[in-house]
């Protein structure tokens, strides 16, 4: 990281404590990194690293990756949840008139109604009904 070299490790962990880094190893068994093509990357035992320098976490993966296809369900799930999540053409998600029904005491309809007001906005629509 540094060209270190042969410099001493206790040395090089003072250092990077007065640069406000933190180091943790990860006990991984598994990375997989989904790629655009549809494939993924799966590291089987990997070596994962974890660095924190001032609030930026950066992750370094170390180990022989296998390329495979991605699961049927994993590729389809991150855009069919969303549809499905969705109560007709209002674009208001069943989750979110759930969570105002509950919280309000009221029913779907009038939860419906109070977030298509609020312009989706759970909080608003909520205080809108109490």
């Known amino acids: 990281m540094f060209g270190g070299g042969g410099m001493n490790p206790r040395k090089m962990q003072q250092m990077m404590e007065q640069m406000g880094i933190d180091v943790d190893e990860l006990d991984a068994t598994e990375v997989v990194i989904s790629l655009e093509d549809g494939s993924e990357l799966v590291f089987s035992d990997p070596d994962v690293t974890k660095m924190d320098a001032r609030g930026q976490e950066t992750y370094q993966v170390l180990g022989d990756p296998s390329e495979r296809e991605a699961a049927a369900g994993a590729v389809e799930s991150g855009e069919g949840d969303a549809e499905?999540?969705?109560?007709?053409?209002?674009?208001?998600?069943?989750?979110?008139?759930?969570?105002?029904?509950?919280?309000?005491?009221?029913?779907?309809?009038?939860?419906?109604?109070?977030?298509?007001?609020?312009?989706?906005?759970?909080?608003?629509?909520?205080?809108?009904?109490?």
Do not use: M, N, T, Y
């Open 84 to 130: 499905s999540a969705d109560e007709g053409d209002d674009g208001i998600p069943q989750g979110d008139i759930d969570i105002v029904v509950q919280r309000a005491g009221v029913s779907e309809d009038d939860a419906r109604e109070a977030l298509e007001a609020a312009d989706g906005d759970l909080a608003a629509a909520i205080e809108h009904l109490e």
